[in-house]
């Protein structure tokens, strides 16, 4: 039962550091940030955080690498059946699924304290698999216009991601999947009803 407890308290302890830290990063760069300000924010002490972490960085670095679990864990159904027709509203939906659990590293990595290079690493995990993906479904596209459409396609789910965080993610995730797939599928033509 001890281990149950130490194992609850020490998620808690970590979602309060995160939290307090996200809001942080959302008002300043990381290193105008001292674990001082991080702790009282959380309401914690500092042998709490550094039984945890060694720094910011280490937070930092510790945060995006859950969130890059989370991230590949959406797409694994791509990477695992890049041959079958995996459905793309429901990847897409897992995909946006991840991004709204981790809506506190959003906001941070595209503001304008963030992370630009974690961006990029999320924008490059599934490059390889997605474009293999596109290359099946648009089989007479060459290379380079598949890569274009990549590059067209994360652009894209970027600004659809900011503008679904200015709304604080009230849209189900379902919804903001379809109109991706649907804008990412046939253009403006999503905007005509049948």
Known sequence: MKKLTNDHRTRVTKMLIRKAFTRLLGQKPIQSISIKELCEQAGINRGTF?????????????????????FERAIAPLIAAPDSNVNLVKLT??????????SDLCTVTLGDWGDKSFALKLINIGR??????YSGYFKNASPQQIEYYYAFVSSGCIGLLEKWLEEGMVTP??????M?????????????KE
Do not use: P, W
């Open 93 to 102: 939906a897992g995909v946006f699924q991840c991004l709204k659990d981790n």
């Open 173 to 178: 995730v379902e919804e903001i999947a379809r």
């Open 180 to 192: 991706a797939e649907g804008l990412m599928l046939t253009g403006v033509g999503f905007l005509q």
């Open 128 to 133: 390889e698999k997605c474009i293999e993906c």
């Open 50 to 70: 550094y039984r945890h972490y060694t720094d910011l960085f280490d937070l930092l670095h510790s945060i995006e690498a859950d969130m890059l679990a989370d």
